[in-house]
């Protein structure tokens, strides 16, 4: 991906997600703006801790501005891809993508993601065992809310396997050497 330092990059989605990312892309040099359309009351300790790492946060709402100044958006898996201010950003060509895509652009190494309805976090643990007993490393990222800084901070791993949510797949349309794997189990499962 293209060097982020210096770039005006906006995180939309605060909460656990958009936290991670944010700390992420402050580690790699870029501007970060958060943007919720929560107030700061409603986010909890989410708010304080983005201003502690050095972001600036745009709460209640999702100023339009912010979308058409950014270099890069980044969307939290929650949001919804139809709003207006993310239809204007691609109008105007701006990159669009959400933190799985994000990663994969720093990892250098394959990415097994797991999503579907029921049983991600149980089939990633079982499907990182079988990794390493390979005899390849892989790290395992049940839940995910933390991918992207996981991803960073365990660089030196064979095979990456974190558990999605269906929503984080949304935005991964450039994601390459991804394996996918979906749990959806039928009507009959215990």
């Known amino acids: ?32 703006t958060i943007t919720d359309h929560l107030p700061a009351e409603d986010l909890g300790s989410a708010a304080d801790s983005a201003l502690r790492l ?9 100023p339009a ?8 958006i ?4 929650g949001v919804p891809l139809n709003l207006p201010q993310l239809q204007e950003a691609r109008s ?3 990159k669009i993508i959400g933190e799985l895509e994000l990663a994969s652009r720093f990892l250098k190494l394959p990415i097994v993601a797991i999503s579907g309805t029921n049983g991600k976090t149980t089939t990633t643990e079982l499907v990182g065992d079988m990794i390493n007993h390979s005899g390849q490393r892989v790290v395992s990222v049940p839940g995910g809310p933390r991918l992207v800084y996981s991803a960073s901070s ?3 791993s064979r095979s990456w396997s974190p558990s999605i949510r269906s929503s984080n797949s949304r935005t991964c349309a450039l994601v390459s050497s991804v394996t996918t794997t979906w749990t959806i189990p039928s009507s009959g499962w215990p």
């Open 1 to 32: 991906m293209e060097a982020l330092r210096n770039k005006n990059v906006l995180v939309v989605g605060l909460a656990r997600t958009g936290l991670a990312v944010a700390e992420f892309l402050l580690d790699q040099g870029a501007r970060v």
């Open 54 to 62: 050095g972001c600036s946060l745009a709460l209640g709402g999702h």
């Open 65 to 72: 501005e912010l979308f058409t100044e950014a270099d890069l």
């Open 74 to 77: 980044v969307v939290s898996p």
């Open 92 to 94: 105007k060509s701006i």
């Open 154 to 156: 365990n660089a030196n």
